[in-house]
T-cell receptor, first 111, second 114 residues
Framework: DAKTTQPPSMDCAEGRAANLPCNHS???????VYWYRQIHSQGPQYIIHGLKNNETNEMASLIITEDRKSSTLILPHATLRDTAVYYCIVRPREGAQKLVFGQGTRLTINP | GAVVSQHPSWVICKSGTSVKIECRSL??????MFWYRQFPKQSLMLMATSNEGSKATYEQGVEKDKFLINHASLTLSTLTVTSAHPEDSSFYICSAPDLGYEQYFGPGTRLTVT
């Protein structure tokens, strides 16, 4: 079973920041938080990952709470192309670990 | 980032026939690859772990004799759906971790069994 819970759907206006929450209250000390997204009929795409510090890359920012029990993915200026299903996954960094996908959040960016 | 390809991208076959789907890591070697299946409006479900040089490991409820996996080399894994039936129609996706354990996904293969 997936170790994360996410809202099933969210809407966001184009140009605004999209904030996607994820709960991972049973996360272990050696597990990272990973975010992937899946645009319709494509394979998942890696977005970002983190352990306990906030992370930022060219795609998004990841905010992890101090107790690491939840996190938020932030798309700072959402575009229509960001419409996708976003998956939050926790996994150890080391080892070729299989990924267990939950239901994810279907994010719709509205013009 | 690394690239994983799948072939074919889509396939239509008749009930009772077998279909082979290839997954290749294009610029890195992968001793392990993963096969997922995704039905419409559902999440990805892991089917099996493909191991180079050894037998695949199947998830509970996945028929190993129906979904044959062969990890022929460090860059190629194949999934063969034997005696396909309409209920096997799905989106099949593979992934491969690189040496740094970051996973890369293929673009998926849409299988339709008529």
């Amino acid at each position: 079973d997936a170790k994360t819970t996410q809202p099933p759907s969210m809407d966001c206006a184009e140009g605004r920041a999209a904030n996607l929450p994820c709960n991972h209250s049973t996360i272990s000390g050696n597990e990272y938080v990973y975010w992937y997204r899946q645009i319709h009929s494509q394979g998942p795409q890696y977005i970002i990952h983190g352990l306990k510090n906030n992370e930022t890359n060219e795609m998004a920012s990841l905010i992890i709470t101090e107790d690491r029990k939840s996190s938020t993915l932030i798309l700072p200026h959402a575009t229509l192309r960001d419409t996708a299903v976003y998956y939050c996954i926790v996994r150890p960094r080391e080892g070729a670990q299989k990924l267990v996908f939950g239901q994810g959040t279907r994010l719709t960016i509205n013009p | 980032g690394a690239v994983v390809s799948q072939h074919p991208s889509w396939v239509i076959c008749k009930s009772g026939t077998s279909v082979k789907i290839e997954c290749r890591s294009l610029d890195f070697q992968a001793t392990t690859m993963f096969w997922y299946r995704q039905f419409p409006k559902q999440s990805l479900m892991l089917m099996a772990t493909s191991n180079e040089g050894s037998k695949a490991t199947y998830e509970q409820g996945v028929e190993k004799d129906k979904f044959l996996i062969n990890h022929a080399s460090l860059t190629l894994s194949t999934l063969t759906v034997t005696s396909a039936h309409p209920e096997d129609s799905s989106f099949y996706i593979c992934s491969a971790p690189d040496l740094g354990y970051e996973q890369y996904f293929g673009p998926g293969t849409r299988l339709t069994v008529t």
